[in-house]
């Protein structure tokens, strides 16, 4: 249903057209959809979507301004963390390794809130340090999920795709519109392979490097990403710090995404049910006496689209009445209608 | 601006009246209001709202059913983990105190991803258990924190207002509206002041009774409600068990939720600045004749609706083609307008 809705017109039915033949009207949908307003939260993403097939190379070339914003918050607090605990490291009891890539290991493991012990604060001072810092680091963590971790997947979505059916026939257009459409699943998807690659990566280098034995390196896996972090296991060798320094930060956001994911497909099943529901039941003569607006008998187009969305709960009465609020500023003659002589008038008042 | 909104009328410039006077506008508009078509989402709220003045003591009497869900789906998983863990207490090391409730205990610091380590798994079994109640522990607090904490603050969020206007004469009306548009701000607040009882009572009572300085038994207050939970400071008596289950529990709940206000006032503030943007900037020309769909002319008051909520990100092209394609099934006549007729018709054949 979703497929099909793409390929078609905006309020062909048109408001007022009484008698006109089914080519006529063809020949204006052409002109309608070309016309229509810009949806605006969907802009940026149609852009990316045209422009990255014929230039995925430069996908790193041309960030997203939230991301790169994000990407410098983190390496200042990262950065500052660093400095902060390096200078307070003899306030920080526990096992050590280097005194900056312990500091830096420490900050990490505060701000995803994994939170090992195997370096604890030993003093006042070093013990609210850290609560400053796992609040601010829990926001930080909070601001690269809503925005840029969502990003960087979207970017790799279409890749994907592409890389899934190079072997059929089928046009960008095409690949474009299954994107659109199951856009959650193919992030899930992505998300959720992205994590297993971490989790059997960590699991290896933790039997390899630290010399745990399977079950506890994929136990130690699972304690980190899911930020529980016992501390029985942990990272206790210089090599095994660095690791975890890029695979805590990593496996900790993005299993916070695939449960965002998860929560976005959820919310889409259940909002699409209700859209189903909405236009596969019965139209009564009651619903067309309601959707009658203007109380001609009839119902136009218009005044049925705003019906049926407001009943799936897209737009609000508040909505409609704001704009009500400018149309009757801008329908100066109180015509009800909007012509260009309403503007001239209106806006030179 | 939204204040102002609440009181207008759905679509009183109406599609194609041409000459009516104010009064006649007027008195039809009380009509429409009533007519028009439920919006879905906002239903069961403003249930609540006009229901909860009369009876805010039965709040609690006749629960929304996902709270209700997940209440059973929240005892349910701390039964089977106490169970569990309490069956296999004897490959779990660390400071005891009591059966049951250290395995209570161990469930609530293991599904809250606070994890002090104070009790740990010390069994391949134990620990491959830990890992299961960790990931479904965790879907089960983001499906709380999504659901059942926001119906809770929602219910709270009247009695405030009721309270903290209970001097001034205003009507029930007024603070009904006042709570519509400031509906985050009061739920962060409410969470808010939640969140700093909680850690002033974690505090005191970690103080007193587990014998901690103040500045320790804040740290480890900070440490637990933010999930970190280093371990070094934890519950370690029985009394200070029971009171963590409840506690910890609530406190990180809490936080989360207090995130999730954030993001949604956040969210909300950019939304109102389009809308704002969309309803200030200066109709042109280009725009009119983009918002007439049925190229008379002239823009009706639902084509303007619809061009406006587009442009604010509302409602997209999609949506629009979905309810076209059914306004087109039931068009029989292709008049491009719906009479009693049409809906006959439509739905005998």
Not at 270 to 297: C, F, P, Y
């Amino acid at each position: 249903m979703a497929n099909n809705g793409a390929k078609d017109p905006l309020l062909s039915g048109s408001l007022d057209a009484t008698q006109k033949t089914k080519q006529q009207l063809l020949n204006k949908r052409r002109l309608l959809r070309s016309r229509s307003a810009p949806h605006a939260e969907l802009v940026p993403t149609e852009t990316n979507c045209n422009e990255s097939i014929p230039r995925t190379a430069s996908i790193f070339q041309n960030l997203h301004p939230s991301f790169k914003r994000m990407a410098i918050y983190l390496a200042v607090y990262l950065g500052v963390g660093a400095l902060i605990f390096y200078l307070v490291r003899n306030q920080i009891k526990g096992q050590k390794t280097d005194g900056i890539l312990d500091a830096l290991y420490f900050t990490i493991v505060t701000m995803t809130t994994v939170g090992y012990g195997d370096l604890v604060p030993n003093s006042h001072l070093a013990k609210l340090l850290a609560c400053a810092f796992v609040f601010s680091g829990m926001a930080l963590i909070g601001l690269i999920v809503s925005k840029a971790a969502d990003y960087l997947v979207e970017k790799q979505e279409l890749l994907l795709v592409k890389a899934m059916r190079m072997h059929q026939k089928i046009g960008s257009t095409e690949i474009l519109r299954e994107v659109e459409t199951n856009k959650t699943r193919y992030k899930l998807f992505l998300v959720f392979s992205l994590l297993l690659i971490l989790i059997i990566v960590g699991t290896i280098f933790l039997v390899t490097v630290e010399k745990l034995d399977v079950i506890d390196a994929f136990y130690c896996v699972c304690s980190t990403i899911t930020t529980l972090g016992y501390g029985d296991q942990s990272f206790s060798t210089q090599a095994g710090r660095i690791f975890a320094v890029f695979w805590i930060l990593t496996g900790t956001i993005t299993l916070a995404q695939l449960f965002v994911y998860i929560a976005e497909l959820n919310t889409e099943i259940r909002q699409k049910e209700l859209v189903k529901w909405v236009l596969t039941r019965k139209v009564t003569n009651l619903d067309l006496e309601a959707a009658d607006l203007d109380e001609d008998g009839t119902v136009g187009a218009a005044e049925f689209v705003i019906y049926k969305l407001k009943e799936m709960g897209k737009i609000s009465q508040e909505d409609i009445s704001l704009v009500m609020q400018e149309f009757e500023q801008l329908d100066v003659d109180d015509s009800g209608t909007l012509s260009t002589s309403d503007i001239t008038l209106a806006q030179s008042s």
